[in-house]
């Protein structure tokens, strides 16, 4: 049975960064970029909504995407400060158990999301799935993705998270510094301490010890979660994102 869920989607912008992947596509924010017919903002909605979640909110500042919004979905204002500080303000008006993913999920599964909810552990504040490398090789062999690599091998983010209860909200701080420092991973790393972090750098750390230790460092229960497809590891953050889900979907420009 599937953990019942409210659904957060980010889909806000950073101040003064330019969306390449938008700008490529000629529009005005990624959520309108257009796959197979339908908008990346309908697309995740459409995943998260048959998935089973109770209430669903998107975190945006951006007039266009609040107009898209179907009705039933909450608009939900975009922190200034970056997504983890949006994340706590969606938990506000949400509620728990709440599930985090992004506008730019473009081939985002309903079956994604159940699996991940199945699979985090009961016992845990925060769980966040990740994609084995050779998952995602085999799935997505032209995608460059950003890894953190462990004794049980190299993951990579799937933009899925769960707060399981208000328990967890102080993992946000801690959120913060890892978007801070999100494409150089040994700084994430270093978070673990001295000890753990040669532990990481000789390659003697797995994924679960880690993941435990900055849920620690953070003062909740956190849990990784593997995702079975490796497809749930592409999100459009780039020209050549859009390109591949393109190609991966079929679809001709």
């Not at 869920?5 to 529009?27: H, N």
């Amino acid at each position: 049975m599937t953990l019942p869920f409210k659904a957060l989607v980010l889909a806000g912008s950073r101040p003064g960064e330019i969306d390449s992947a938008a700008t490529y596509a000629g529009v005005s924010h990624k959520g309108l970029i257009t796959l197979q017919g339908r908008t990346l903002l309908d697309r995740v909605l459409g995943a998260v909504q048959a998935a089973g979640a109770e209430a669903i909110g998107v975190s945006t500042s951006d007039a266009a995407i609040v107009s898209a919004l179907p009705d039933g979905v909450a608009a939900i204002a975009a922190s200034t400060e970056g997504p983890s500080q949006s994340v706590r303000e969606g938990a506000n008006a949400l509620g728990f158990p709440l599930l985090i993913t992004t506008v730019d999920h473009a081939l985002l599964k309903p079956e994604w999301i159940t699996q991940f909810l199945a699979d985090a552990p009961a016992d845990t504040d925060v769980a966040l799935m990740l994609a084995p490398e050779e998952r995602v090789r085999a799935a997505a062999p032209d995608t460059k993705r950003t890894y953190l690599k462990f004794r049980d091998g190299r993951f990579s983010g799937c933009n899925l998270f769960l707060f399981r209860s208000e328990a967890a909200l102080p993992a946000i701080a801690l959120w913060r510094r890892v978007e801070q420092n999100r494409k150089q991973p040994w700084k994430i790393a270093a978070m673990l301490g001295p000890g753990l972090l040669v532990r990481y750098l000789l390659g003697l750390l797995t994924l679960d010890e880690a993941i435990a230790r900055l849920g620690a460092l953070a003062g909740v229960r956190a849990a990784a979660v593997r995702a079975q497809d490796g497809l749930a590891a592409v999100d459009v953050d780039k020209p050549a994102d859009l390109d591949l889900v393109r190609k991966i979907v079929g679809e001709t420009v």
